[in-house]
Each structure stands twice: as structure tokens, then as C-alpha cells.
Nanobody, 127 residues
């Protein structure tokens, strides 16, 4: 079992920045592939970003490319999402997710791929 705890959310003005963190415990962090998802009120949960285990290959939703950067610190068992130039449409609860499975390129953006989820952290961007 893996426990994931997000932090770093908050209220920010449009154009501002936030850095989200996701700390994992319960399993060797290096064995986990990780993702960020978000869910706005009344909408389905959507993929934001992914980072692989070992090689650190990253992928992003088109809506955040060039503005968000995902990274991981295996020594600290922590994943990050640096968000710049935030927009009101980025407002959502952000969730980190993890799986120990090997993920093909077809599935990293699917929420069903992931086995463990954090409780979420609220990001609100005011206009």
C-alpha cells in the first residue's frame, strides 16, 4: 500500500505561480510511476502530467504544456508540479497518483492506470 500526501495548493492571481508537492510512503519511491490529475467542480478528473520511474520521462496535457513542469526527487520520495502563468481555468483540486506497474505510452493519461491516489489539494486562480 502506498500513501500519497499532496501539499502546496492555494489561492493565486492569474499569471502567478504555485508549486505542488506529493510525498509518498509505503513503497520504494523509485519503483513508482507518478502522475498529476485535476478535477474542477462539475467536471471529470483530467490528466495533467506524468513522470516515469527510473528514466524520468515526462508528458503533459496540451493545456499545461510550457507552463507546468513535473519532477521527482527519489531521495526525498517526493514529486513536484511547478506551475507558472496560472489561469482561472487551472482552478481545480489537484491529485497525485502512483502505480508500480510498467506503463505504456497509451495509458499514462488514464486515471484507471493508477493504483494509489492522494487526497487532493485545492488550487484556485483568480482573474
Amino acid at each position: 500500500q502506498v500513501q500519497l500526501v499532496e501539499s502546496g495548493g492555494g489561492l493565486v492571481q492569474a499569471g502567478g505561480s504555485l508549486r505542488l508537492s506529493c510525498r509518498a510512503s509505503g513503497r520504494a519511491f523509485v519503483s513508482l510511476a507518478l502522475g498529476w490529475f485535476r478535477q474542477a467542480p462539475g467536471q471529470e478528473r483530467e490528466f495533467v502530467s506524468y513522470i516515469s520511474k527510473r528514466t524520468g520521462i515526462t508528458n503533459y496535457a496540451d493545456s499545461v504544456k510550457g507552463r507546468f513542469t513535473i519532477s521527482r526527487d527519489d531521495a526525498e520520495s517526493t514529486m513536484f508540479l511547478q506551475m507558472h502563468n496560472l489561469k482561472p481555468e487551472d482552478t481545480a483540486v489537484y491529485y497525485c497518483a502512483a502505480t508500480g506497474k510498467a506503463i505504456s505510452n497509451r495509458f499514462y493519461s488514464a486515471s484507471g492506470t493508477y493504483d494509489w491516489w492522494g487526497q487532493g489539494t485545492q488550487v484556485t486562480v483568480s482573474s
